[in-house]
């Protein structure tokens, strides 16, 4: 009841308006604000996947397409595109989970085609998930310049840079691995390039909470400093990963740290999935937390 008269109230005060005829600006300020109303997203649904791969990283199916068609189908506003960026690793290393240096130009020129097919209908953004490795991170940073790169977002998944460095998703009870992971992350946050930071809990630390905790309040403080959302990885909850992790989004809610939901898509399928969005919904609301809907794109820096 209480609902209706709300809305009701709005409409009545948007008819008289229009029938009133207030002045143009006064009038479409007022429209525009109604729209804005109608147009919040219900708690369960997403508006943007700011975290989407390709088939380029080779371990995610799926044409560009796909997943575009898809966010459109649930109803998302805008789709960004974020594979696994290219590292020019400077001893030659090619990674096995990432598009490699070649293979950017097609990536970039693939999602400009489909932004201008799709305008009007959704709205692409063309972003890179890049671990921060400080010895690469330079030439990295280079390698994307001559490129229009909308966002990157902070997927630390390994440390240091990379060849022969520890995994933080491998269970380990070894405080040094936290404690690295935690320092690197942070160092990354402070480079200012990223506009995010992907399942910032991917660190499979086993040992006991009054250890891990320290270390989750660390990160989210640095975040909350710097502005930068954290991510709920929808990915790791749908596959029963070691992340999402609870206690870290209660240290996040604790701390009102800003938290956006992401599909983490490798799989068009996956994209703004409805059943998974509803449980990070329950969970998020059980702990207090309200995700953002939108957040602030940082621009790409072309050096360090
Ligand atoms: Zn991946
Ligand atoms: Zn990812």
Do not use: W
Request: neutral net charge; hydrophobic residues 35%.
């Amino acid at each position: 009841m209480q609902r209706c008269a709300t809305l009701c109230g709005r409409q009545t005060a948007l008819s008289m308006v229009e029938k009133n005829g207030f002045p143009g600006i006064i009038r479409s300020e007022i429209v525009g604000r109604y729209r804005q109303i109608r147009k919040r997203k219900k708690e369960t649904e997403m508006l943007v996947n700011y975290h989407t791969h390709t088939e380029r990283c080779g371990h995610a199916r799926g044409s560009e397409r796909a997943y575009i068609e898809t966010a459109i189908a649930r109803g998302l506003e805008t789709i960004g595109f974020s594979d696994h960026a290219p590292m020019p690793f400077p001893d030659g290393h090619v990674s096995g989970y990432r598009m490699t240096p070649e293979e950017l130009p097609g990536y970039v020129e693939t999602l400009l085609a489909l932004r201008e097919e799709y305008r009007g209908r959704i709205e692409i953004l063309i972003g890179l998930e890049a671990e921060y490795y400080p010895h690469v991170f330079g030439a990295f940073l280079a390698l994307l310049a001559p490129y229009p790169i909308d966002y990157l977002i902070l997927g630390q998944h390994f440390l240091r840079d990379e060849t022969g460095a520890p995994y933080p998703g491998h269970p380990t009870s070894d405080e040094s691995v936290l404690r690295e992971y935690t320092d690197q992350v942070i160092a990354g946050m402070r480079t200012g390039a990223f506009s995010y930071v992907a399942h910032p809990d991917v660190m499979n630390f086993t040992g006991a909470d009054e250890t891990y905790l320290p270390y989750a309040r660390r990160l989210v403080r640095a975040a909350k400093e710097l502005g930068l959302p954290l991510e709920y990885n929808l990915l790791g909850q749908a596959d029963g990963r070691q992340y999402p992790r609870k206690s870290f989004f209660a240290v996040a809610a604790a701390e009102g740290a800003d938290v956006i939901v992401a599909s983490d898509a490798h799989d068009p399928e996956r994209v703004a999935e409805p059943g998974e969005l509803r449980k990070a919904t329950a969970l998020l609301s059980e702990l207090g937390v309200h995700p953002l809907t939108r957040i602030r794109l940082r621009p790409v820096p072309k050096h360090l």
